[in-house]
């Protein structure tokens, strides 16, 4: 394969950058020529494509969003929609593309594969951590650091007003950032979609904490638990303790990726350019054990109903 394409799509994340910095020098190692298609699948089927040469990734290493942008594009569903995007690729002689991004991203990129034969490399990039067959993606590490950041900040003011904190964060269906941040930052209470939460022995248990001496608590809502104002209005009339609310929202998102991040989308982007090269079925790339791996767009699916729950239970030994 002589000619390929990389692209991000759906939600941003950081290590993107990183990730078409990888794919755009592994490709020019091999002496392939890669392109950049800009606002992902929308920018595809629009024909938005530039060819990408060395110094159009310098000093993005460290750069959070992502340079090509990203966008949602909804149509493409649409098998007719899908071709506008094959008819780019035919028109600069493209034979493979690495598409960065999650779920949805990967659906499109099977169905490039299914439908019209192309050779698509999915990489895992998005925030939520919510893929089933692999460990980790490329910016969830980055985002949980963000929001224990934001965790230590609350934590000071919480302390200095004997309040309770409740602070939402993202991961659409999945508790990964929830969890995590949560342990990481020793919240009394993480609330997530995976298991099944019960308001009044949270209240209950805030209120015998503050008759103890604790005079501040701190509870994580992973985005897909509930509604954080109904939850903080429930919890406040029960235990009688005032619970401010915070939305930490699209901050999280941004940012300069960490290490974890980074390397991540060093191997996968490596990874990827070398499957296109040696013209390998379509697949998506993860991590399993540290080690890199490679499944059927097939066998890819959100993890619902895969979740840690022997740190969940960790977590809550820990919060007493
Ligand atoms: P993510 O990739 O982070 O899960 P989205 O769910 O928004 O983000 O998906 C990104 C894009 O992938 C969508 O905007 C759409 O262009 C494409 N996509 C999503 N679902 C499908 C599908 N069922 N078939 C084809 N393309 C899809
Ligand atoms: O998938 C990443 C994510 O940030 C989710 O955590 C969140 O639910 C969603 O994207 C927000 O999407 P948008 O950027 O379209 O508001």
Redesign the pocket.
């Known amino acids: 394969m002589e000619k390929i394409a990389v692209l991000t799509?759906?939600?941003d994340a950081p290590g993107m950058n990183a990730c078409i910095r990888a794919v755009v020098r592994t490709a020019l190692s091999f002496n392939m020529d890669v392109y950049g298609v800009e606002r992902?699948?929308a920018g595809l089927i629009k024909g938005e494509i530039n060819r990408l040469g060395t110094r159009s990734v310098s000093d993005m290493i460290h750069k959070g969003g992502t340079f090509l942008k990203t966008?949602?594009?909804?149509d493409?569903?649409d098998k007719e929609v899908q071709r506008l995007a094959v008819e780019t690729l035919s028109a600069y002689d493209i034979q493979g593309l690495v598409a960065i991004?999650?779920?949805?991203?990967f659906?499109?990129a099977r169905?490039l594969s299914e439908n019209f034969g192309i050779k698509v490399i999915g990489i895992p990039g998005?925030i939520d951590n919510d893929l089933n067959y692999t460990d980790y993606t490329v910016g969830f590490d980055t985002a949980v650091n963000t929001v224990l950041w934001a965790i230590n900040n609350l934590r000071d003011t919480m302390h200095s007003h004997d309040r309770v904190s409740l602070l939402e964060v993202m991961g659409r269906k999945c508790g990964d950032i929830a969890l995590y941040a949560g342990v990481a930052g020793g919240a009394e209470y993480v609330l997530v979609p995976e298991i099944p939460y019960d308001l009044d022995e949270i209240s209950k248990s805030i209120k015998k904490s503050y008759l103890r001496g604790k005079t501040s608590n701190m509870i994580i809502l992973a985005e897909g638990a509930g509604n954080r104002d109904e939850i903080a209005k429930y919890v406040q009339e029960k235990s009688g303790i005032n619970v401010k609310v915070t939305n930490f929202g699209y901050i999280q998102r941004g940012g300069s990726p960490n290490m974890q991040d980074r390397v991540l989308a060093a191997r996968f982007g490596y990874k990827a350019v070398e499957l296109l090269k040696n013209d390998s079925d379509s697949c998506a790339i993860g991590i399993k054990d540290n080690k890199v791996i490679t499944v059927p767009f097939s066998e890819v699916s959100t993890r619902t109903g895969r979740f840690d729950t022997e740190l969940y239970d960790i977590a809550h030994t820990l919060s007493l």
Not at 71 to 74: G, L, Y
């Open positions: 799509s759906g939600g992902g699948y966008a949602r594009c909804p493409f569903k991004g999650g779920d949805g991203t659906r499109g169905d998005t």
